[in-house]
């Protein structure tokens, strides 16, 4: 850890900080330093860039690792087809093992008491009554991915912890991001921001991402590749980064 705390410090960050705070940071200190509204020194403006975009990089990687196969057969078996995005692991074997996004689907979804997907809706439904930020979570896995909402309103209904709800969310969020379009934070907002719009044409731009970092593995340099592709896409890079000016 003595290696990424210089990292976290770049961000103004302690070890303890996760992925949405090094986001959150990111966007703020990327806004403040970017050479368009940075009202210092060139060089200042143009060194805490590098800096920042370093310390992105790295902690973004650190947090994706556990999440990625230990020995992939292949460069690009991290990456699977997001057009068919489903829930198909293989369960664990009992709760102890559930280590994974997958051994955690299958403990929740294959439970006796919320195996039917009507049920664990109905179920769900009266348990989110008095906690309404439920739902909302549930709202917006499903922009994700419909069996990743319905894994999520499972493992809900399983721990009855509602308070851990949103750890919950984070982890099937950042998860799912990661499997289908790798670890780099930039791409991540990318198809995060396309998947939410709600809509048939953004979904097909985010499904065409993933079939590009499928087929070529992630790109060397992810701010150029997202550039390109928000280009060639005709995505409003401020719509995606921010509104006053970029991230990156």
Request: some cysteine; glycine content about 4%; charged content about 30%.
């Amino acid at each position: 850890m003595n290696r990424l705390t210089r990292y976290y410090s770049v961000l103004g960050l302690t070890p303890s900080a996760g992925i949405d705070m090094i986001k959150t940071n990111y966007r703020q200190l990327a806004k403040k330093f970017h050479p368009d509204t940075f009202t210092g020194s060139k060089d200042v403006s143009q060194r805490m860039m590098c800096d920042l975009n370093e310390a992105m990089r790295i902690l973004s990687e650190a947090h994706a690792r556990p999440f990625l196969e230990e020995k992939p057969v292949s460069p690009f078996h991290n990456f699977e087809d997001f057009e068919n995005a489903g829930i198909n692991f293989k369960a664990a074997k009992n709760k102890k093992d559930a280590h994974n996004l997958g051994d955690e689907i299958n403990n929740a979804m294959g439970s006796g008491k919320y195996s039917s997907d009507r049920r664990v809706e109905k179920t769900f439904k009266k348990f989110s009554e008095f906690n309404p930020e439920l739902s909302q979570l549930k709202a917006r896995l499903a922009k994700l991915s419909v069996p990743l909402a319905q894994a999520f309103m499972a493992q809900v209904l399983e721990t009855q912890e509602q308070s851990k709800a949103s750890d919950v969310f984070k982890r099937f969020r950042d998860s799912f991001l990661i499997k289908y379009f790798g670890s780099s934070i930039i791409i991540q907002l990318l198809a995060e921001y396309l998947l939410n719009k709600g809509k048939k044409s953004e979904r097909e731009k985010a499904i065409r991402l993933n079939t590009s970092i499928k087929l070529n593995g992630m790109p060397r340099d992810a701010k150029a590749f997202v550039r390109e592709f928000m280009k060639k896409h005709s995505i409003n890079e401020s719509e995606v980064y921010g509104k006053k000016t970029k991230s990156f």
